[in-house]
T-cell receptor, first 114, second 113 residues
Framework: NAGVTQTPKFQVLKTGQSMTLQCAQD?????MSWYRQDPGMGLRLIHY???????DQGEVPNGYNVSRSTTEDFPLRLLSAAPSQTSVYFC?????????????FGQGTRLTVV | DQQVKQNSPSLSVQEGRISILNCDYT??????FLWYKKYPAEGPTFLIS?????DKNEDGRFTVFLNKSAKHLSLHIVPSQPGDSAVYFC????????????FGKGTHLIIQP
């Protein structure tokens, strides 16, 4: 069972570069979300999607774009990387219609922007 | 302003004893609470949850207590085992979770032999 798969696991970017963090789930979950975790902080919601073609902003959306063309995939795009985006990024999916219920998380992508 | 607070960054407990992790919240709209466990280099894994209509939920060695009047919840682990050593996050949501989860900063639980 793959669950939620994130790629890459590690990435170093130069300031101003763009990249896409990939997230895929094989559980046919409608609800997917992206969080970032910074040292000494809890996870903070960046963007989420309640189904294919529908996305919305979370607590810290600036500098990130998302799209949801299929149920399985929910990529996160950094348009112009900044050092403040150095963080660990987690993708999650939920089987229930509410984001509040049990979420399955990927293993994370550790991003460093220099 | 932090809406979910875990005021103990770390907690050390002897193996076999009870571990009690605490969490306070300020948003009275929160109606669903969850605990996640996280090992280094892994994503968080769901542990246990509780709805605001209950004051206790139990699952094996794990029990979560909710005190709505005090806006406080706690996670009890009995007995504590070495594999319980991890970071524990308290999370909350409001109104069906349409705005996602709000997490605390986490408590690093260390189980000593």
């Amino acid at each position: 069972n793959a669950g939620v798969t994130q790629t890459p696991k590690f990435q170093v970017l130069k300031t101003g570069q763009s990249m896409t963090l990939q997230c895929a789930q094989d559980m046919n979950h409608e609800y997917m979300s992206w969080y970032r975790q910074d040292p000494g902080m809890g996870l903070r919601l960046i963007h989420y999607s309640v189904g294919a073609g529908i996305t919305d902003q979370g607590e810290v959306p600036n500098g990130y774009n998302v799209s949801r063309s299929t149920t399985e995939d929910f990529p996160l795009r950094l348009l112009s990387a900044a050092p403040s985006q150095t963080s660990v990024y987690f993708c999650a999916s939920n089987f229930n219609e509410a984001l509040s219920t049990e979420a399955f998380f990927g293993q994370g992508t550790r991003l460093t922007v220099v | 302003d932090q809406q979910v607070k875990q005021n103990s960054p770390s907690l050390s407990v002897q193996e076999g004893r009870i571990s009690i992790l605490n969490c306070d919240y300020t948003n009275s709209m929160f109606d669903y609470f969850l605990w996640y466990k996280k090992y280094p280099a892994e994503g968080p894994t769901f542990l246990i949850s509780i709805s605001s209509i209950k004051d206790k939920n139990e699952d094996g060695r794990f029990t979560v207590f909710l005190n709505k009047s005090a806006k406080h919840l706690s996670l009890h682990i009995v007995p504590s085992q070495p594999g319980d050593s991890a970071v524990y996050f308290c999370a909350a949501s409001a109104g069906g979770g349409a705005d996602g989860l709000t997490f605390g900063k986490g408590t690093h639980l260390i189980i000593q032999p």
